[in-house]
């Protein structure tokens, strides 16, 4: 079964621009979640969508949204770029909730914002 | 509060030595605790998880303990490995008020030397 495949790998920026990551789950989960990763600071929660539906989302400002298709692939945006949104985002997916169920993490994209 | 605290921040052990590394969380009512292990440059993956129900889960040389009354909870490796220097998350389920989320500590880097 193939794992949770994240796309793109890398991405450069500049501030002010707009971002789509994407993010495809494992066959069957139903469930994805989104989390930032900086040094220091670990993994800091997102939100996480199951079937289509956001079910809970973190403390993040309303720049960073996101969407699940009925595929279960979900895509997260984050607009108006600011130099400290350069992170490593990863999405994660779960056969059931995301605060119940061991996640399954993608590779993540890094975003370096200039 | 949403907070999981974990310690220490860096952990050196010689090989085969035992490494412990603790974390509390604040909500009395969280009822999952996942171990996610991170290699340096790999995505995070799951080694062990606990649910409130038991005080303790072994898995081969990894143990989880939790301690629902203090709300501790801490990661056992014994007969340390090479292979296991890598950066160590704890995490909790957290209730938000209208869902649950898993919020992950700082994590742990450990450092196995020979």
């Known amino acids: 079964k193939a794992g949770v495949t994240q796309t793109p790998r890398y991405l450069i920026k500049t501030r002010g621009q707009q971002v789509t990551l994407s993010c495809s789950p494992i066959s069957g989960h139903r469930s994805v979640s989104w989390y930032q990763q900086t040094p220091g600071q670990g993994l800091q929660f997102l939100f996480e969508?199951?079937?289509?539906?956001?079910?809970n989302k973190g403390n993040f400002p309303g720049r960073f949204s996101g969407r699940q298709f009925s595929n279960s692939r979900s895509e997260m945006n984050v607009s108006t770029l600011e130099l400290g949104d350069s992170a490593l985002y990863l999405c994660?997916?779960?056969?059931?909730?995301?605060?119940?169920?061991?996640?399954?993490f993608g590779n993540g994209t890094r975003l370096t914002v200039t | 509060g949403e907070n999981v605290e974990q310690h220490p921040s860096t952990l050196s052990v010689q090989e085969g030595d035992s490494a412990v590394i603790k974390c509390t969380y604040s909500?009395?009512?969280?009822?999952?605790f996942p171990w996610y292990k991170q290699e340096l440059g790999k995505r995070p993956q799951l080694i062990i998880d606990?649910?409130?129900?038991?005080g303790e889960k072994k898995d081969q040389r990894i143990a989880v303990t939790l301690n629902k009354t203090a709300k501790h909870f801490s990661l056992h490796i014994t007969e340390t490995q090479p292979e296991d220097s890598a950066v160590y998350f704890c995490a909790a389920s957290i209730w938000t008020g209208t869902a649950s989320k898993l919020t992950f500590g700082t994590g742990t880097r450990l450092q196995v030397t020979l």
């Open positions: 909500d009395s009512a969280s009822n999952y």
């Open positions: 969508y199951f079937s289509e539906t956001q079910r």
């Open positions: 994660a997916s779960s056969t059931g909730q995301g605060s119940n169920s061991p996640l399954h």
């Open positions: 606990i649910r409130s129900n038991v």
